[in-house]
């Protein structure tokens, strides 16, 4: 079993940054793919961004447009979505997941373990 615990999350205006960490405990993280995922208020869970175990794979939703940047460090059971140029529409829950999803990276239920999830607000 893995437990996920996201955070980082916060309030801050169109444009700013925040960095968001999602920290592994239970077991290792290190041959599971790591993804980060939204949901809004009345809408569906959506894909953010996903990483490969080695870390030599990342794939983004098309609508992040580069802002955002997945990374992890193994050795800190720990995974980073960086996200820059925000804007009122990226408000949501943002998720934490860990699996082997195989192809199927944007599909929630593809992933196996999942965290509580981090509110992220954009608003002026």
């Known amino acids: 079993q893995v437990q996920l615990v996201e955070s980082g999350g916060g309030l801050v205006q169109p444009g700013d940054s925040l960095i968001l960490s999602c920290v592994a405990s239970?077991?290792?993280?290190?041959?599971?793919?790591m993804g980060w995922f939204r949901q809004a208020p009345g809408k569906e869970r959506q894909f953010v961004a996903t990483?490969?175990?080695?870390?030599?794979?990342?794939y983004y939703a098309d609508w992040v447009k580069g802002r955002f940047t997945i990374s992890r460090d193994n050795a800190k059971s720990t995974v980073y979505l960086r996200m820059n140029d925000l804007r009122p529409n990226d408000t949501a829950i943002y998720y934490c997941?860990?699996?082997?999803?195989?192809?199927?990276?944007?599909?929630?239920?593809?992933?196996?373990?999942w965290g509580q999830g981090t509110q992220v607000t954009v608003s002026s």
């Open positions: 997941a860990a699996g082997r999803p195989g192809h199927q990276v944007v599909e929630a239920a593809a992933y196996w373990y």
């Open positions: 239970g077991s290792t993280i290190s041959n599971l793919a």
């Open positions: 990483i490969s175990y080695s870390r030599s794979n990342t």
